[in-house]
């Protein structure tokens, strides 16, 4: 028999139920600090690639097909997350980004079920919206915080399909008589954090632990009905039960209109093959933000080099001169544009990506992708920069600025990697080296 009088427990188990018994005292202490927030907002955990994808989905489906007002955070984990120009496609709609890494303490993990426990506990709102990035809402979540059901609880979850088993041993590690009734399922949720911080403390306390606490649940959601359960704290369950569509569970409004379409096992894809979803609705208007994304970012987290004073400004003029030829000598010439956060650009498709670097004291231009240089320039005056051939038998690259675009005539509209033949060429010549 254990200290507790629990049998089985290890001694992880006995640790954590003893500690959980200490927070959910502290959190009853808690309070949230009302300096500097807001009254209403929406918070979408979305960092890396993937899911900054499906977020410009939720984001235009908000702001363009709903006209949602609503401020909007983005919460992501670290640099390695959001790139200066994924977070400056998000300010263009009026989303901010926040890395969560400010937040949490040196030591815990943190993923994407931990975060948006994290991003709740200390977002900017007073009533709060949390939507999955991978969720489209088809009505503006600002109803939420006037209907009947958030207003008398200030907490409002929706069913998941399962629920937590009788026989976990979670309820005696936390001390919760077990509840005959659905899991949350937390692709959304609307919260009052005035009158539930105590509940969202006591949530990221189980998170901040999810090495041993979600060995017996599935992840943030099942934190969030415990913490509420463990406090006694005031919820309203919305009673239409979750709607399946295949990879997608549909959400209601509490009075039975379809509000959510949480497509967690159908993630939306920038490249490649969308298939329809049976019974979706607003398809075509995601599939259209999905192709406005394609024109504005090449599906890549890139972080740039460090930049000295003197490179700063080489980084100005080329952004500011925007519009250059690039001559492969023998071949033919292109029009290529140099876009703030170091995307580059041809015919209106992003195809690469440009930085600035130091080779022995003298600045050069970069062109690569996946951080991968596969060109290097070296500056010829004001308006030229010149690639010399990396190998004998290849061309060399010339780049000049191009004061009238039009004297360039596009070729079409081409989004293949401006890189392919580079590629080719590299792969040839090391074909040669290997037999030599």
Not at 325 to 339: K, Q
Not at 388 to 410: G, H, R, V
Request: net charge negative; charged share 20%.
């Amino acid at each position: 028999m254990t200290e507790s009088g629990i049998p089985g427990l290890s001694a992880a188990e006995e640790d954590f139920r003893a500690s959980f018994r200490e927070a959910v005292g502290e959190a009853r202490d808690a309070s949230l600090s009302q300096a500097g927030l807001l009254p209403r907002g929406i918070v979408i955990p979305a960092g890396g690639a993937r899911m900054f994808t499906c977020a410009w989905v939720a984001v235009r489906m908000l702001r363009d097909y709903l006209g949602s007002k609503l401020p909007i955070q983005i919460w992501y984990i670290g640099p390695e997350e959001m790139s200066s120009a994924m977070s400056a496609l998000m300010a263009s709609q009026q989303v901010e980004t926040i890395d969560a890494r400010q937040y949490a303490d040196d030591g815990v993990e943190l993923g994407g079920f931990e975060l948006k426990s994290l991003a709740l506990l200390k977002c900017s709102f007073r009533e709060v919206v949390l939507l999955d990035a991978d969720n489209v809402p088809l009505i503006d979540p600002a109803v939420l915080f006037e209907d009947a059901a958030f207003l008398e609880t200030g907490a409002v979850f929706w069913p998941d399909l399962v629920s937590i088993a009788a026989s976990s041993r979670i309820w005696d590690l936390c001390g919760v008589s077990y509840r005959a009734m659905p899991s949350f399922e937390s692709g959304q949720l609307a919260i009052d954090r005035t009158r539930h911080y105590p509940a969202l403390a006591l949530s990221w306390f189980m998170n901040r632990n999810s090495r041993l606490v979600y060995q017996h649940i599935y992840g943030d959601k099942d934190c969030f009905l415990l913490a509420w359960l463990a406090l006694g704290q005031s919820f309203h369950l919305v009673r239409h039960g979750a709607k399946r569509l295949y990879g997608c569970i549909c959400q209601h409004h509490p009075d039975g209109r379809r509000m959510f379409q949480h497509r967690c096992q159908r993630k939306w894809k920038l490249f490649g093959e969308n298939p329809g979803i049976s019974g979706f609705a607003a398809e075509e208007a995601c599939l259209g933000y999905l192709a406005e994304l394609r024109t504005l970012w090449n599906g890549r987290v890139f972080r740039p080099p460090a930049c000295d004073g003197e490179m700063q400004l080489i980084v100005e003029a080329l952004t500011a001169q925007r519009h250059f030829r690039l001559e492969t000598v023998s071949i033919g010439v292109e029009h290529v544009e140099f876009h703030p956060h170091n995307l580059l650009v041809r015919n209106t498709a992003p195809v690469g990506t440009w930085w600035l670097a130091r080779e022995a004291g003298t600045v050069v231009l970069e062109l690569g992708d996946d951080h991968v240089t596969q060109r290097q320039f070296m500056r010829r005056g004001l308006r030229e920069w010149r690639s010399t051939p990396p190998y004998a038998d290849t061309q060399e690259l010339i780049l000049t600025a191009e004061d009238d675009p039009s004297a360039l005539a596009p070729e079409g509209h081409n989004t293949q990697s401006i890189f392919s033949s580079f590629k080719s060429w590299q792969r040839n010549y090391d074909r040669v080296k290997d037999a030599t």
